[in-house]
């Protein structure tokens, strides 16, 4: 049987309890068997750099100390089932390809953004 990874990537709902992407990994894995996860969280430098329009950071010192403690919560909320968080930084198109299999099947599940700054 060829290997799968399901890549789960956390953006902006850091939540494991009723969260779409934990419950369909869930899904997947009692459907198909034996499967890798692969929990990420992607530190993209353009939310921390600063907007042209206006000028300022897109994420100030509150706002990233905030996402950091959430990161930082989920790992080891992560952990405590078994599993762990995968923290990148970068951007997530150049990251998350390096994290599919060569061969195998590859499914990368996120959460649906319903925000026009978002969906940019």
């Known amino acids: 049987m060829a290997a799968q990874r399901i890549v789960l990537w956390f ?12 419950a369909e990994a869930a899904s997947a894995i009692a459907s198909k068997g034996t499967c890798e996860v692969v929990p990420l969280y992607c530190f993209d430098p ?5 907007v042209p329009k206006y000028g300022a950071r897109k994420t100030g010192l509150f706002r990233a100390q905030f ?17 762990d968080l995968l923290v990148l930084h970068g951007r997530p198109e150049d990251e998350i390809p390096k994290l599919l299999l060569q061969e195998g099947t590859n499914e990368v599940l996120t959460n649906e953004e319903v925000t026009a700054e978002e969906l940019q």
């Open 46 to 50: 353009r939310h921390f750099s600063a």
């Open 11 to 22: 953006r902006n709902d850091l939540r494991l309890i009723d969260n779409y992407i934990v």
């Open 67 to 83: 996402l950091l403690e959430s990161v930082n919560n989920l790992k080891s909320r992560l952990r405590e089932i078994g599993s």
